[in-house]
């Protein structure tokens, strides 16, 4: 007899991990992960993000951890010429090695599937789950499905049936060699972009371990050549690139105006956390810690007997009301007027001396 899992759970990222490592052990749980997947990501973990593992008892461990330090983002508005100094204090971690060892906890607690998630459908009293792996079609049969998968959700989709979301963007990103760039070094090698002509987004920079990455949120209709349109400009900042070593993309949730947050399905065993559910800041993009909190709160209330989705909903509406916060913020900063007034008066920023 085909075994039934009490939880499938879709994705590997911090959401996924998050929900595998809270959710009991007495449970019958799997997982089901691309093979190979990178994520277009800064890897810079909030403050937010530290706390939210401190509350599952963790500590980002030392070998996850890329320099430099992070002191203060340059933040640069290409339409005005502003460019302001703004400290922060974030951790900066190699982001693949980062969701290797939040997943690495969960380890001999649930069964490990690899492939690509193509859908779900009734199957009598439980779900069925089809993946590929390669060119094999397989399916698992489960009571609930937790859909870890991101911005381009397959579950969510699955049952509410979302063609075209007005409030999902692409994230485009390249990695390029630190020696072949320049205005990365310091202070400078975190930034963040400002141009209204290209996206009402925003883009950065990075630097971790002698590798910069540029990348930014773009609307989809002729994304790519918005990106490289906003490089050329860097360049009277003297901020250049190299030759890219990677070009990466995927879609991400910019809920600047629009943002729709999902937490399951009524009358259904099925859930969706971090960004599949809608669970990422609108001002900075940043969704590891919602990620961390909707999975560990999800795990820790989990019951494959009933649905939880109220009590889950209800245990959201905190971080619901501070992401709702971070859209009135994300339209401040992207609004060109609105933006040069804040930068203009210089309100939290620092200055910064640099070394001639």
Not at 36 to 58: D, I, W
Not at 169 to 175: E, L, M, N, T
Request: aromatic fraction near 12%; hydrophobic fraction near 40%; proline fraction near 3%.
């Amino acid at each position: 007899m085909e075994k039934v899992y009490d939880a499938v759970v879709i994705g590997s990222g911090p959401a996924a991990a998050a929900f595998l490592n809270s959710v009991s052990d007495s449970f019958e749980v799997a997982f089901i992960s691309k093979k190979a997947s990178r994520k277009v990501c800064g890897g810079l973990l909030s403050p937010s993000a530290v706390k939210a593992l401190a509350k599952m008892g963790l500590e980002v461990p030392e070998k996850v951890k890329v320099c430099p330090d992070i002191k203060v983002i340059r933040t640069t508005d290409l339409r005005d010429g502003f460019t302001r100094y703004y400290p922060r204090d974030y951790v900066n971690v190699d982001r693949e090695k980062f969701d290797e060892w939040l997943m690495s906890l969960s380890d001999g607690k649930c069964d490990a599937y690899y492939g690509f998630c193509v859908g779900f459908e009734r199957f009598g009293e439980n779900y069925r789950v089809k993946f590929l792996d390669g060119n094999d079609e397989k399916f698992l049969l489960c009571r609930s499905i937790v859909g870890g998968d991101g911005a381009n959700s397959v579950i969510r989709r699955g049952f509410l049936g979302e063609k075209h979301r007005n409030d999902m963007y692409i994230a485009i990103q390249q990695w390029f060699w630190a020696s072949e760039c320049s205005g990365h070094e310091g202070f400078d090698a975190f930034s963040c972009v400002f141009d209204n002509s290209v996206s009402d987004s925003y883009a950065w920079s990075f630097t971790k371990d002698g590798k910069i990455a540029f990348g930014g949120a773009y609307p989809k209709q002729n994304s790519r050549e918005r990106f490289e349109s906003e490089k050329l400009k860097l360049e009277k900042y003297g901020i250049s690139f190299g030759r890219p070593i990677i070009t990466e993309a995927c879609n991400v949730v910019f809920g600047k105006g629009r943002q729709k947050f999902v937490f399951g399905a009524k009358n259904e065993n099925i859930y969706l956390i971090g960004e599949a559910a809608g669970l990422i800041s609108p001002s900075s993009l940043e969704g590891i810690s919602s990620a961390i909190i909707s999975g560990s709160e999800l795990g820790k209330m989990f019951d494959p007997n009933c649905s939880v989705l109220s009590s889950y909903r209800q245990k959201m509406r905190g971080l619901r009301w501070k992401l709702r916060f971070k859209r009135f913020k994300s339209f401040v900063l992207c609004t060109p007027f609105l933006r040069f007034l804040v930068m203009r008066s210089g309100i939290t920023a620092v200055k910064v001396e640099k070394k001639k």
